[in-house]
Nanobody, 125 residues
Framework: QVQLVESGGGLVQSGDSLQLSCAVSGRAFLWYTMGWFRQAPGKERDFVAGISWSSSNKYYASSVEGRFTISRDTAKNTVYLQMNSLKPEDSAVYYC??????????????????WGQGTQVTISS
């Protein structure tokens, strides 16, 4: 069983930065693609960023490209999401996910098997 625990959310002002962390239990971390998704009230869960098991491939939603950076530390079994130049529209609950998605599903929630509980990110204007 894979367990994911997110941390690092909070309330910040527009233009500020935050770094989210996702601690993953188990050796399976080495083989999973990791993703970050977010869900605002009344909206669907949207893809934010993903990183392959080898860290050779990273991909982003167009809305965060150039502002957010995903990375993973295999020694610490942790994946990070560095978020810069935050905007009020970035406010949401952010979820970490693990799985083995295909190229066609890597940007969709259905491509991931394991999920964290989420961490709230709120950006004030």
């Amino acid at each position: 069983q894979v367990q994911l625990v997110e941390s690092g959310g909070g309330l910040v002002q527009s233009g500020d930065s935050l770094q989210l962390s996702c601690a993953v239990s188990g050796r399976a971390f080495l083989w999973y693609t990791m993703g970050w998704f977010r869900q605002a009230p009344g909206k669907e869960r949207d893809f934010v960023a993903g990183i392959s098991w080898s860290s050779s491939n990273k991909y982003y939603a167009s809305s965060v490209e150039g502002r957010f950076t995903i990375s993973r530390d295999t020694a610490k079994n942790t994946v990070y999401l560095q978020m810069n130049s935050l905007k009020p529209e970035d406010s949401a609950v952010y979820y970490c996910a693990a799985g083995v998605p295909s190229d066609n599903t890597r940007a969709y929630a259905r491509g991931y098997n394991f999920w964290g509980q989420g961490t709230q990110v709120t950006i004030s204007s």
